[in-house]
């Protein structure tokens, strides 16, 4: 069973037991563009008392470069090598992972978060936000020269998603079953400060149903994430602990990972989805309703 | 097992057998814009034997008036009454099954075919090919007032699925669950001349993904069409015959509704589906290659 935390003591020996704390963003810092109260202040409490603060975020739509300007608009502190997103993972699995040959490349689906960090890997692309496929014309394939040096699909959130796409998409998949199959993430759905949106996943679901089978995802709960922070930073996954909102993603993620979890109740997850006879199978080893309730760490010197 | 026809006797049997004719369209009659080899023949020869011939299709793109122009574009002599799409059963289904209040209207994900159907049964809807919803514009939740009025979704093949019609459809069914969930049909794929594309049900995907439920499916195989025809038609399911290219939408459908079928192989299902250690389970009750082998029975004297 998951421990509730509510004591000042609860607190402080959390501070204690982990150094390396990775936050969920959407959900747990923010929703859409409106803070959660105290974020900014408990980060602060968190680097003032030398821990290690990391961000691990499925979501794609941003590049690690711009997900920082993100944070700077919302005055959150952070770095741009403690920021950890799908895109980023998704170009480091098909460079590293895959070793997809040079002459070969990527189709996009999805927006310039990806393209940014597949340039930054060094991987060529096609689709994405290219205008060519960012129509609502008819698609047919009597028109359509298909590229033979695509070796991947990779699908992400995508605002401009349409039928050309899923259709150049599906046929790079369906022609050649070397082409991987790749996701960014797999969340159903995209949490804005108005309420929720479709997610990556519902976005490649036409893919899936059509192909009748199921991408590589990367971002949480895959452990592919963590490979990609393990191989940047140090971290002892006994001493360190994942926040988040989700606990198909983010809960199972640091599960996966050996890793301990906070989940906090500001974002999808419902107190009724962990409590009760229909409580989910995914437990996390604390709660606590907002990331704000650590503000009681405020007082607290940095040698207790 | 299926029997295989092959000689002269066995096509004469069949069309000894079977009053009604059931014929689905794409990749029996045709592909795409490309007729069947024969398909024209062999529907005049049943008609010539006093067969009853109908046209039973999942494609919701086109109204039964619009589809009867296709008809007639390729030469195939076919009477609206004649012909029963998805999109025209779901339009009944809303009226007559749900009984949906006048004062309703359906949000619709697809092509003109359905709001065809919709308006000539009298129904209100939005979404659809209105502009509003047409756009590859980003889809906000801030600048969206849901209409209270939507009793229903109902989606088919739109080949100009965006992020704002997907949007607007999951938020009408996540926050109220009175408002039906309706798929036109749920073909994974469609097929077209130069080959397959997404079909309805990868059109719908994301809304499965996203909700975590399925549609009320209307077209093939559910048991909707055929109560749609049956209302227009007396006939004697002992006496009729589904020809499809599909084992888990036509052949299954004829089985669901007491049917003999009979399975050609001009469409979406091949040789290695129906035979070997792999086989579907759906088994035809006939297999033919093609709908062009009945032209064996061009000499036959209607009287025999």
Known sequence: MATRLSTQTDYENLLDKYDTWLFDCDGVLWEGDRLVEGAIEVL???????????????????????????????????????????????????SSVMKMPKDKKVYVIGMSGIEEELQEEGISFIGGTDPIDNTLQPFSLAGWTP????????????????????SKAFNYLLRDSEVAFLATNEDSTYPTAEGLLPGAGSVGAPLRYSLGRDPISIGKPAGTML???????????????????????????????????????????????????????????????????LRVLKNLSTSS
Do not use: W
């Open 227 to 293: 490979d990609c922070i393990k191989a940047k930073h140090d971290f002892d996954p006994k001493r360190t602990i994942m926040v988040g909102d989700r606990l198909n993603t983010d809960i199972q993620f640091g599960k996966n990972g050996g890793l301990s979890t906070l989940l906090v109740l500001t974002g999808i997850t419902k107190e009724s989805e962990i409590t009760g006879p229909n409580a989910s199978p995914v437990v996390p080893d604390y709660v606590t309703k907002s990331i704000g309730d």
């Open 147 to 166: 590229d033979p040096s695509v070796g991947a699909v990779l699908v992400g959130l995508d605002t401009s998603i349409n039928y050309t796409k899923l």
């Open 44 to 94: 602060q409490i968190l680097r003032h008392h030398k821990k290690s603060v990391m961000f691990v975020t499925n979501n794609a739509t941003k590049s690690r470069k711009s997900y920082k300007t993100k944070f700077d608009k919302l005055g959150v502190e952070a770095h741009v090598d403690e920021i950890y997103g799908s895109a980023f993972a998704a170009a480091v699995y098909i």
